[in-house]
């Protein structure tokens, strides 16, 4: 185990003693609370919210002929094209890689009202006639209080704007953390947070989006994994496995292996006549 998390295990094994850090008590009063600079909270309240909303199809849909699922589709690609300006839409499919998921819309807008407006535009077309939501995560981009003021090469609303890289894979799942985690002192939390960013730092083919749920949805955080390598995703997981903060997960399942293609190709995986080749062939000058 590094330096850093065994002080900071002191740290936090101290926090009853006179060295722990001055703040307002709560709960028994025993533990405090650090005081943390929140001069920050008009800038957070500027991130844009995030949902990762799964849609399962119904089989029966694919007994429909196939002239009519190409309907279907070319219909559900002009619904969502219409919200083009509201919400930014990536597809992915999760066709052959879990069985209650087939794909995936990772969503971004400015407003929780854009999300309802596509997904009551999204079921009231024939296709949304047949699917159904497994799984739905609400979250917020903000500044994470472990990097944010670690990082002065980082502007500071660089952080609050979603910016996937399009690598070909991403995976997703919900986190929660323990409540024994918040009562640790934040310096105790920081000494672990530093060893979980450090091992992060050896795989760059993975880059991490976070996203903060306290309050929207049931979990804490939203972790989104993009690679072009799934393997290089095993090796980080399996290593902050090993880490200090990975004792204070109370939960971080379940997890979602994506494949990242254009929405008409996320339809096509579905079944039925695809519409993604006459797509890019009208494309084509």
Request: hydrophobic share 40%; charged share 25%.
């Amino acid at each position: 185990m590094s330096e850093a998390p065994e002080n900071a295990a002191q740290n936090g094994a101290q926090r009853e003693g006179p060295s722990a850090p001055v703040g307002r008590p709560y709960g028994t009063g025993r533990v405090p609370l650090p005081q943390i600079d929140r001069s920050d909270q008009e800038e957070i309240a500027k991130g844009q919210f995030v949902q990762y909303a799964f849609y399962k199809l119904d089989p029966a849909w694919r007994l429909l002929p196939a002239d009519e699922r190409e309907q279907h589709k070319a219909e559900f690609l002009e619904t969502v094209s219409r919200f083009a300006d509201e919400v930014d839409v990536r597809s992915y499919s999760l066709m052959g890689l879990r069985a209650d998921a087939d794909f995936l819309l990772w969503n971004v807008a400015s407003s929780l009202d854009a999300f309802q407006r596509l997904s009551t535009a999204i079921f009231s077309t024939a296709l949304g006639a047949y699917l159904r939501q497994p799984y739905n995560y609400l979250a917020v981009t903000k500044r994470s209080i472990y990097t944010s003021r670690r990082s002065a090469s980082i502007s500071p609303g660089a952080r609050l704007r979603m910016k996937p890289v399009g690598a070909k894979y991403l995976f997703v799942y919900p986190f929660v953390k323990t409540r024994a985690w918040y009562k640790l002192t934040f310096s105790a939390r920081q000494g672990m947070m530093d060893e979980h960013i450090r091992i992060g730092h050896k795989y760059p083919s993975v880059r991490l989006n976070t996203t903060y749920s306290y309050g929207l949805d049931d979990q804490e955080f939203v972790v989104a994994f993009e690679t072009d390598e799934p393997r290089d995703f095993v090796d980080l997981v399996q290593e902050l496995r090993e880490t200090e903060a990975s004792m204070y997960t109370l939960r971080d399942t379940p997890i979602f292996s994506c494949i990242a293609l254009s929405l008409p190709e996320t339809l096509d995986t579905l079944g039925g006549v695809g519409v993604a080749r006459p797509l890019a062939t009208a494309q084509t000058p």
